[in-house]
C-alpha cells in the first residue's frame, strides 16, 4: 500500500486505535447451530499484528453494536478490551480516548459497515476493509488490501508497525 506524507504522518501520530468486530475480524459470515449458537470466522493471522500494536503502546478496543459471547470470547482470547451492545459507536469511542489520554486526531477506526460511520467520521485515520459496504467506503482514509476476517486486522497492524519503524530509523 502506497501511503501520501499526510497518511504516513497520521499513523505516526496515533495512539489509539478502535475496531469494529463484525466484517473487521469476521467475514461478515455467521453459522447457526440448531441450537441457535453462532460461530463466526476470525483469522489467526491478527493476533500478532495485535500484540505488535500493543508493544508499540497503542490503546486497543473493539466496539461492536452487537452483544454476543462469542466476540466477547475472541477479544478475551486476543488480549483486546471490548465493549458490546454499542449503538453509538462515536460516543463511546470518544469517552474511551479520552479515559486513555489520546486525542481523536490520533486515534484509528477500522470499519466496515454504515453503523460504523459516525465513528469513521470524528477520527484522525479512519480505515475500511477492502470487502467493506459502499457507503463506509466513501468515508475512508486508507483501505486494506485484505477484507474483513482475511487477514484485514493483521494488514493494519503491520502497516502501522512499518511506518513506526521507518520513523525510528530515521531518526
Known amino acids: 500500500m502506497t501511503l501520501t506524507e499526510a497518511q504516513t504522518e497520521t499513523i505516526r501520530r496515533l495512539r489509539f486505535v478502535a ?69 453509538e459507536k462515536d460516543n463511546e469511542l470518544r469517552r474511551l480516548v479520552t479515559e486513555f489520554g489520546a486525542t481523536l486526531e490520533e486515534t484509528a ?13 470524528i477520527v484522525g485515520l479512519p480505515v ?14 486508507l483501505e486494506t488490501t485484505r477484507p474483513g476476517g482475511h487477514g484485514a486486522v493483521r494488514e493494519f497492524c503491520e502497516l502501522v508497525v512499518a511506518v513506526r519503524e521507518e520513523a525510528l530509523s530515521h531518526g
Open 19 to 87: 475496531f469494529d468486530f463484525d466484517g473487521v475480524f469476521t467475514d461478515n459470515g455467521v453459522w447457526i447451530s440448531e441450537t441457535g449458537q453462532e460461530s463466526v470466522r476470525c483469522s489467526r493471522l491478527d493476533g500478532l499484528g495485535l500484540s505488535a500494536l500493543r508493544r508499540l503502546g497503542l490503546g486497543l478496543v473493539v466496539i461492536s453494536t452487537e452483544t454476543n459471547p462469542v466476540v466477547g470470547e475472541r477479544c478475551r482470547k486476543l488480549q483486546i478490551d471490548c465493549v458490546q451492545g454499542c449503538k
Open 109 to 121: 477506526f477500522v470499519g466496515n459497515d454504515i453503523n460504523d460511520l459516525p465513528a469513521l467520521e
Open 128 to 141: 475500511v476493509v477492502a470487502d467493506a459496504y459502499p457507503t463506509a467506503k466513501k468515508t475512508r482514509y
